[in-house]
């Protein structure tokens, strides 16, 4: 069974335009649409969208938008709010939004009111936040907390990394985070070395409580916690978060220690849940609750402004426009901010584990590209590093620029506007190149002979003509952060609406769970028969004479 998405007359009318504008330059867009910038940027709350450096006109966003409408979008964003079954391989809905939603009307799914059970771990939060930072909740032998160390892997980890590094200038300094999240020993003794037994809260933080990093690396803690100081110190020095409360109970966490997460909540969509904790921990309830905020009002936006100034809906047509018209493959993420180092990683998770699918909800193969290659690093390093591929490399390659207007520190002002001119002045780079006649006319005036001038005027032409987002949050704090990771997650939904794909499941990270414990038991053991392929059974004879060495 094939999908017949692309025979659509929508999908067939954005060809046909593709083809007519695809030799068209947006140098002479801006110069014969003075309002381009106007026309093409919006703003919700803080965040300021400018669109106007990409390969669009009006047509084009008219005809993405119709594809949008004959796909049934609206119907699609309408599901996912109201707990529709989105996940129709797990048979579970998609309800994050409703984990920032202060509404207090019941919402019920399977006969359970979600509302209720929301709002009482959010109060389970609160209590437990306040005593660990005002320093009454206190460790086996007698000491307040100083130190959080989480333990959990992709959506357990990647969300509260990036949001305690970003919102770490709202925090009160009395608590440090880490995360081990890797199974390398060499992850969590680095951090068993810089932390006080005595005075540290592990987190031990898993939807499944099964994932073999994330429980392996609890259970030689425990045991290490154990050797320092006793036995029975557990209660005082682990809290859980999970799905899976029985498994916790029996690792020993007493149960107003374990702290839910539900099967209605994917991984990369939890940060808003229990996941949350350490941020929350970090930076205080009051804090934690303008994340939610911030996240409630895109999703509201998301749900109620018209497509043609509905901030998600526009970077999502825009990503399906490169991707599937312009053959596309990958994204990249370049935040010119610090704060927002883990940004690339967190998307990494929630878009390629969302979209990297091939398959449609109807179980037909799909005929177009999907998901695309998330990258990035941070402004000004990534300059220094990839940039040259972006400005004269042969791939196309689209680009969110993050910016921001205040970096919450007034005393590095200077370094602020350097930042952002940094920024701005890439994205005009992708917009503008340097025009042949402009590399020859420096040439000239360098010096060169006019071969050498030819010559170097050629390597030194660059097209231009490439695409840019540039995303302008007024400043990181909650509300703000919370606002962006909402943006991207509806934009990741979007996408995943029009590819018709299921945008929840991750089988295919199911796969090398599935065939680990046979490797690691080959690794262990010797067994006669060989029923890897050559390499896999080659690499682990290699692995075994190396250790054996
Ligand atoms: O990487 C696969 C995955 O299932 C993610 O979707 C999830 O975020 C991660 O593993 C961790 O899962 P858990 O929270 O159950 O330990």
Known sequence: MMNTTTTLPD???????????????????????????????????????????????????????????????????AALFNGHTVNITENRPALHTSLRNPTTAPVFINQENITALITETLTQ???????????????????????????????????????THALSTFSDNSLRCHFISNIDAAHIQEILHNIDPETTLFIVSSKSFTTLETITNAVTIKAWLQHKLGIHTIEKHF????????KARDFGIPLPQIFPVWDWIGGRY??????????????????????????????????????????????????????????????????????????????????????????????????????????????????????????????????????????NNSAFDKHHDI???????????????????????????????????QLLARHKTISGNRPSNVIFLKKINPYNLGALLALYEHKIYVQGAIWQINSFDQWGVELGKQLLPQILDDLRNNHPDKPHDSSTQGLIQHYKSLRNA
Not at 130 to 141: F, P
Not at 286 to 314: C, R, W, Y
């Open 125 to 163: 939060m609160r209590l437990f936040t306040d005593q660990v930072r005002s320093g009454s909740w206190r460790g086996a032998t007698n000491k307040a907390i100083t130190d959080i160390v989480n333990i959990g892997i992709g959506g357990s980890h990647l969300g509260p990394l990036l949001a």
């Open 11 to 77: 999908w067939q009318a954005l060809k046909t335009h593709q083809e007519q504008i695809a030799s068209e330059r947006m140098q002479d867009w801006f110069i014969s649409d003075p309002e381009r910038y106007q026309r093409f940027s919006l703003q919700v709350d803080d965040i300021l969208l400018d669109y106007s450096k990409n390969r669009v006109t009006t047509e084009t966003l008219q005809l993405l938008g119709n594809l949008a409408t004959s796909l049934k979008l609206s119907e699609k964003i």
């Open 419 to 453: 930042l952002v001119a940094s920024g701005l002045s890439q994205a005009q780079a992708l917009l503008q190149g340097k025009a042949f006649e402009q590399a020859l006319a420096e040439a000239h005036d360098a010096g060169f002979t006019e071969q050498q001038a």
């Open 239 to 246: 809290v859980a978060v999970t799905a899976a409360i029985d």
């Open 270 to 407: 939890s940060v808003w849940s229990a996941i949350g904790l350490p941020l929350a921990l970090l930076i205080g309830m009051k804090n934690f609750t303008d994340f939610l905020e911030g996240a409630h009002a895109m999703d509201h936006h998301f749900q109620t402004a018209d497509f043609s100034v509905n901030m998600p809906v526009i970077m999502a047509l825009l990503g399906i426009w490169y991707i599937n018209f312009f053959g596309a493959n990958n994204h990249a993420i370049v935040p010119y901010s610090h704060q927002l180092t883990h940004l690339r990683t967190y998307l990494q998770q929630a878009d390629m584990e969302s979209n990297g699918k091939s398959v449609s909800h109807t179980g037909e193969i799909i005929n177009y590209a999907t998901g695309p290659i998330i990258w990035g690093e941070q402004g000004c390093n990534a300059q220094h590093a990839f940039h040259q591929l972006l400005h004269q490399g042969q791939h196309f390659i689209p680009v969110d620029f993050i910016l921001t207007g205040n970096d």
